[in-house]
């Protein structure tokens, strides 16, 4: 098995890793981000570059470096292999140089996009982005479409990472939309006369890391550090039913998959566990999700709170069994 070694962690790998895998497999801060790449979906991966690292070391046979940032979701680990990326000042002024070129076009509408306090590209423009843009001429303008009677697109936030296209070709039945024209002048659109309306749909407005696949029936209706994620599971004859129920008190305002800390999802879910089951009795809850501290959603300190009303009504029970039996002369010693 090979070893290689990303920004002085050494890790032994199985054959035919890539480094990005490899460097999940160790965690941490050294994990390069990814917009395209989709471990659940095969092919995914290569198309938006935020992933490249510096390859200082090729192997132990060869190891010259490899004269150019390569994309850590393609390339393969070698024994041996050195790989930098924070500890490279070179490799993050390229990587902000690609934040820059997928921020060409993607207009700064987060105050009134769904998707803020969920998009990848929010987090990647902060961590690696630049304070100003050199770009010049006019955005990409398009027009809001409703691909779906649940999906609605918004094509001018899309960065052509493909995933909802991969997922399509993989997951559905037939698929009805992908990539028309080229360069400049390429969309995410539908085919003449069709509509994206399958049993999987949905799971698109999940791998989409931006606000371009958005949830129509969830539009406007609340920020997401707002309400409270919740686990839950129903019995299913389609899907595992295993999903996040977002709730605004007792309201469920929408139903999503479960995702991983890279924020891929689990398990996929079927359209009527996400759009036509918004009650709390079609559920059972586990219980609250967790949620990284440093992510906006945990703001509102939910987890915290729902632990500590647990307690107090704990407390509470013990307190009126306790009384109840002092009424009943159970605990008075003048009975024994």
């Known amino acids: ?23 999940r497999m160790i965690g941490g801060e050294i994990v390069p981000p ?3 790449y989709y471990s659940k979906l095969k092919t995914t991966g ?9 390859v200082s070391k090729g192997s132990e046979k060869d190891p010259r470096p490899m004269p150019k940032p390569v994309a850590s979701c393609r390339t393969t680990v070698m024994d041996g292999m050195e790989v930098q990326n924070i500890t490279s000042p070179d490799l993050l002024e390229a990587r902000a140089g690609v934040v820059e070129f997928l921020l060409l076009n993607h207009p700064l509408d987060c105050p009134i996009c769904d998707q803020a306090g969920e998009c ?12 100003k843009t050199r770009y010049e001429f006019d955005r990409r303008e398009f027009d ?16 052509h990472c493909f995933r909802c296209v991969k997922l399509a070709e993989q997951l559905t039945p037939a698929r009805y939309h992908g990539m028309l024209n080229r360069g400049d002048h390429s969309e995410i659109s539908t085919y003449i006369q069709h509509a994206v309306d399958n049993e999987f749909s949905g799971n698109m407005i999940d791998v989409c890391p931006v606000g371009a696949l958005t ?27 295993k999903v996040r129920l977002w709730l605004k008190g007792e309201e469920v305002l929408r139903v999503t ?29 586990e219980g609250p999700t967790h ?46």
């Open 1 to 23: 098995m090979p070893k290689v070694t990303i920004d002085g962690h050494t890790i032994e790998v199985p054959n035919g890793t890539t480094i990005l895998e490899a460097a």
């Open 34 to 36: 990814a917009m395209c």
């Open 46 to 54: 290569g198309y938006c570059r935020t992933c490249i690292v510096k």
């Open 120 to 131: 990848h590209l929010q987090d990647l423009g902060y961590q690696n982005g630049k304070v």
């Open 144 to 159: 809001p479409i409703d691909i779906g009677d649940k999906i609605k697109l918004h094509m001018k936030r899309c960065i």
């Open 215 to 241: 949830d129509r029936t969830f539009r406007f209706k609340s920020r997401v550090w707002y309400v409270n994620p919740e686990d839950a599971h129903r019995k299913c004859d389609k899907c595992s039913g």
């Open 257 to 285: 998959a479960r995702k991983d800390k890279y924020g891929e999802v689990i398990d996929w879910i079927c359209n009527e566990c996400r759009f036509d089951k918004k009650k709390t009795s079609d559920w059972v809850i």
């Open 291 to 336: 949620i990284d501290r440093h992510s906006v959603i945990s703001a509102n300190h939910y987890e915290s709170l729902k632990s500590l009303k647990l307690d107090v009504d704990k407390q509470k029970k013990q307190l009126v069994n306790t009384k109840n039996l002092l009424g009943q002369g159970a605990l008075n010693p003048n009975n024994q």
